[in-house]
């Protein structure tokens, strides 16, 4: 943390800590609630895009309090405008909505048995993020906020975002074409927060970290094509799996041995490979679909020219061909140093200086970072995992589990993050 950032810290949490309305009675009045919320999207989770449900049942939510409505946001999503008694800036809150095609596997008397389809295959669908904590804090904040219209010095701009996950091939979604229809503006925002939960962060702990937080996502296509011929007699064609292997092999040497690691990490994994028909004919082509994960702008644009370089030259030593094509998912999610430094005694305000930390940059990526590119955000993660926990489970997986007793924290510090913006 450099010397200026630690200074504005430190200025700002003394102007912080001396303000401030009390919410207690509100925050424990809403808990039972917002874990309820939490539960029932957990039990009904929906696909990108899909998001129909959900989005139904926040914009009632937000209806219900006399909040201004609008929906069809980016195909599903849900935006809500809370103007304070008092004229000011425009803050926005971020919460995605979306599950992932995962078949739940734990023991949760409200776990997911909801299945659908998912790339032309039937597939079981779960919240394995925790998207569904996302959207019941925010729906959590909303009801606090809205009995708090006095308190508020400007205007609370709610979004609920589908598709974070990635909008089906062939569809635009998510937070880019949100910004791209406009939820930036009209009124125009100033600064945007947003937190993930983290099922291996112990509930009532928060995590952040000034500057690149998570990694720009990029998916990669490589075609590979040689030449047909009989299992038995391989020097008869041009093996397009083994090139496909040489490829593979080639581009972790680009992460190993040409790129800067002690700058910032970054990632190639290749996630598919499809090839051939049966065992005794070596085919004619091989299709390879990756991710490459990046901190930094220049090594994102040595990673890929190298890539591009590599690609056609390694198939071309082994007789065969090979294109590839890079395309940008997600941006970096970058955390505005000034944001950061005046909102981080926010945090420390709310869970205690002691359960406030910073962490190493992440090679996860969120689509949050598109909303950054607009306006300064502020993006932090929330303990999720039971303390004293000696086994917690990844996100995306069948197993995934959060402790609902970390949720109220959730809905403090975006509820306090948003009145004490708009009042600096």
């Given at each position: 943390?450099n010397?200026?950032f630690?200074?504005?810290?430190?200025l700002?949490?003394?102007?912080i800590?001396?303000q401030g309305p009390?919410?207690?009675?509100d925050?424990?009045?809403?808990e039972?609630k917002?874990?309820?919320?939490?539960?029932d999207?957990?039990?009904n989770?929906?696909?990108s895009?899909?998001e129909?449900?959900t989005?139904?049942?926040?914009?009632k939510?937000l209806?219900?309090l006399g909040i201004?409505?609008?929906?069809?946001?980016a195909k599903?999503?849900?935006v809500?405008?809370?103007k304070?008694?008092?004229?000011?800036?425009?803050?926005?809150?971020r919460?995605?909505?979306d599950?992932?095609?995962?078949?739940?596997r734990?023991?949760?008397?409200?776990?997911?048995t909801?299945k659908?389809e998912?790339?032309?295959k039937?597939?079981?669908v779960m919240?394995?993020c925790?998207?569904d904590t996302h959207?019941?804090?925010l729906?959590g904040?909303?009801e606090?906020?809205?009995?708090?219209?006095d308190k508020?010095k400007?205007?609370?701009?709610?979004?609920?975002q589908p598709?974070?996950?990635?909008?089906p091939?062939?569809?635009?979604g998510g937070a880019?074409?949100?910004v791209k229809e406009g939820v930036l503006t009209?009124p125009n925002?100033d600064a945007?927060f947003g937190l993930h939960?983290n099922?291996q962060?112990?509930v009532?702990?928060?995590?952040?970290?000034?500057?690149?937080?998570m990694a720009?996502?990029?998916?990669?296509?490589?075609?590979?094509?040689?030449?047909?011929?009989?299992?038995?007699q391989?020097w008869?064609g041009v093996d397009?799996?083994l090139?496909?292997a040489k490829?593979i092999?080639?581009?972790?040497?680009?992460?190993?041995r040409e790129?800067e690691?002690?700058?910032?990490a970054?990632v190639?994994?290749?996630g598919?490979i499809?090839s051939g028909?049966?065992?005794n004919?070596?085919p004619?082509?091989?299709e390879?679909?990756?991710t490459?994960?990046t901190l930094?702008?220049?090594?994102?644009?040595?990673?890929n020219?190298r890539?591009e370089?590599?690609?056609?030259?390694?198939?071309?030593?082994?007789?065969?061909?090979?294109?590839?094509?890079?395309?940008?998912s997600?941006?970096?999610?970058?955390?505005d140093?000034d944001?950061t430094?005046?909102?981080a005694?926010?945090?420390?305000?709310?869970?205690?200086?002691?359960?406030v930390s910073?962490?190493?940059?992440?090679?996860?990526?969120?689509?949050?970072?598109?909303f950054?590119e607009?306006v300064p955000?502020?993006?932090?993660?929330l303990?999720?995992m039971?303390?004293?926990?000696t086994e917690?489970?990844?996100?995306h997986t069948?197993?995934?589990k959060?402790?609902d007793?970390?949720l109220?924290?959730?809905?403090?510090?975006?509820?306090q993050?948003?009145l004490d913006y708009l009042?600096l």
């Open positions: 943390m010397k200026i630690t200074l504005v810290l430190l700002t949490s003394i102007s800590w001396a009390n919410l207690e009675k925050y424990a009045a809403i039972d917002v874990i309820e919320w939490r539960r999207i957990h039990q989770p929906e696909l895009n899909r129909f449900k989005a139904e049942k926040i914009a939510h209806k219900s201004e409505v609008q929906t069809g946001v599903t999503g849900v809500g405008l809370l304070g008694d008092q004229d000011g800036k425009v803050v926005a809150l919460a995605d909505i599950a992932l095609p995962v078949t739940e734990n023991d949760l008397p409200y776990k997911s909801v659908s998912f790339l032309g039937s597939v079981g919240h394995a925790g998207h959207v019941a804090i729906m904040v909303a606090i906020l809205s009995k708090n219209k508020i400007g205007t609370v701009k709610l979004i609920f598709a974070e996950e990635g909008p091939p062939g569809e635009e880019l074409l949100m009209n925002v945007i939960i099922s962060t112990p009532g702990t928060v995590k952040y970290k000034p500057g690149g937080s720009s996502a990029q998916r990669f296509v490589i075609n590979v094509k040689g030449k047909q011929t009989h299992g038995s391989p008869g397009p799996i090139i496909s490829i092999d080639g581009l972790q040497t680009i992460i190993s790129t690691l002690i700058n910032e970054a190639i994994s290749v598919k499809t028909v049966r065992s004919i070596i004619e082509s091989a390879m679909i990756g490459i994960r930094d702008y220049d090594m994102q644009k040595f990673i020219k890539m370089e590599m690609v056609p030259a390694i198939a071309k030593v082994y007789g065969g061909e090979a294109t590839i094509d890079i395309q940008t997600t941006a970096i999610t970058y955390n140093l944001l430094a005046k909102m005694p926010t945090l420390e305000k709310i869970a205690g200086k002691a359960n910073i962490h190493k940059a992440i090679t996860g990526a969120e689509d949050f970072s598109y950054q607009k955000g502020f993006y932090f993660f303990g999720g039971t303390p004293g926990t917690s489970y990844p996100h069948p197993d995934f959060i402790d007793s970390g109220l924290l959730g809905v403090k510090t975006m509820t993050l948003a009042n």
